[in-house]
C-alpha cells in the first residue's frame, strides 16, 4: 500500500525553538532512503519553510501558506497555486481595514512570491518583518496601500496580533462562500494569525491534490493545531503530538510523544519497524 506521511511543521515536527532536532533529521533522513514518502503541510512560506527543512532530503512536494502553494523543493518551483480572485482580495483587505487592522498581502513577482504591506498597526506584525526579512530573506514591499498594489496573482492574505482585533475581521470574513480562513493562537508567541486564502485552498485540498496526482493509497498526517483539521479531513490516520490543541487532538486517531520529544519522527520509525 502506497503511504504519503505528511507532517504540519510549528508545533509538530519543530520544537519549541522552532528547528528541526538532529534525531528528527537523522531518523526522517534514513527511512526516506528506505523508501518512505514523506513530507509538510505549514502556514509557512516558501522562505522561512524551505530554509528550516533544508536538512531534510524530502522526496514529494511539501504544502504552504496552509495550502494555497504547492511547491517542488527538488525543483525548487510551485507546481500549484490557488490565486484569489481579484475581487474577492479587495472585499478581504477592505474586511481587514474596516476594522482597523493592516494586513499582508502575498503575491507573486513572476516566479517570487513577495509580501506587501501598507502599515504596521500591532507590534508582532513589525517582529514578523525584521525577522522574515533578516533571517530568511523574505521580500517585502512597502507601499502607501496594499490595494494598489493588488493583482490576480495574490494568493495569500493574512494578519497578526490580538484576538479581540482580529475576531471582527474574522466574522466579516466568514460570510465570503469564496474565501478560506484559518484564526489559530501562534504556539512560540501567543499572538493570534488571521490566515485568509482562496477557497480551493487548505492544508486538506493540498492533501487530495498530492493523493490524486502521485497515486497514494493512504495518508497519514501529523498536527497540533487548529489549521490541522482540514489535514484530518482528508487523512486515512489521525496524528496528534502530546502538546497539540485539544480539539485536535479529540479527532486524532492516535496520540503521540510532544513536538520536543520528536513525537513524529518516533512515531515513524516505530510504524517503518512494525510494517518491516
Not at 7 to 27: H, I, K, R, W
Not at 137 to 149: G, T, Y
Not at 183 to 192: G, N, Q, S
Not at 195 to 215: D, N
Request: aromatic share 12%; charged share 25%; proline share 2%.
Amino acid at each position: 500500500m502506497k503511504t504519503l506521511y505528511i507532517s504540519d511543521l510549528d508545533g509538530t515536527l519543530l520544537n519549541s525553538a522552532a528547528e528541526l532536532s538532529e534525531y528528527t533529521v537523522s531518523t526522517i533522513n534514513r527511512l526516506i532512503d528506505e523508501g518512505m514518502y514523506f513530507t509538510f503541510a505549514t502556514a509557512r512560506t516558501v522562505y522561512s519553510a524551505a530554509a528550516i527543512t533544508e536538512p531534510l532530503n524530502l522526496n514529494m512536494p511539501c504544502i504552504l501558506n496552509n495550502g494555497a502553494g504547492i511547491y517542488d523543493p527538488c525543483r525548487g518551483a510551485y507546481i500549484k497555486k490557488a490565486c484569489i480572485p481579484i475581487d474577492t482580495s479587495r472585499r478581504i483587505i477592505s474586511a481587514f481595514h474596516k476594522n482597523n487592522v493592516h494586513c499582508f498581502m502575498f503575491k507573486f513577482a513572476g516566479d517570487r512570491l513577495v509580501t506587501c504591506y501598507d502599515k504596521i498597526t500591532d507590534e508582532h506584525m513589525q517582529s514578523y518583518v525584521e525577522e522574515r526579512n533578516t533571517t530568511f530573506a523574505q521580500p517585502f514591499i512597502k507601499c502607501d496601500n496594499v490595494l494598489d498594489e493588488l493583482d490576480e496573482t495574490a494568493i495569500y492574505i493574512n494578519s497578526c496580533g490580538e484576538l479581540e482585533k482580529l475576531y471582527p475581521v474574522r466574522n466579516l470574513i466568514e460570510e465570503f462562500e469564496d474565501v478560506g480562513f484559518e484564526l489559530y493562537e501562534d504556539i512560540y508567541t501567543k499572538k493570534w494569525y488571521l490566515e485568509t486564502f482562496s477557497a480551493a485552498a487548505s492544508k486538506g485540498i493540498g492533501i487530495k491534490y498530492l493523493r490524486e496526482t502521485y497515486g497514494f493509497d493512504r495518508v497519514v498526517a501529523f498536527g497540533d493545531n487548529l489549521n490541522d483539521l482540514s489535514m484530518f479531513k482528508q487523512a486515512d490516520v489521525k496524528v496528534a503530538v502530546a502538546n497539540g490543541n485539544s480539539r485536535l487532538k479529540s479527532e486524532a486517531n492516535v496520540v503521540i510523544k510532544s513536538n520536543d520529544d520528536d513525537g513524529v519522527a518516533k512515531y515513524l520509525d516505530l510504524i517503518r519497524e512494525i510494517t518491516h
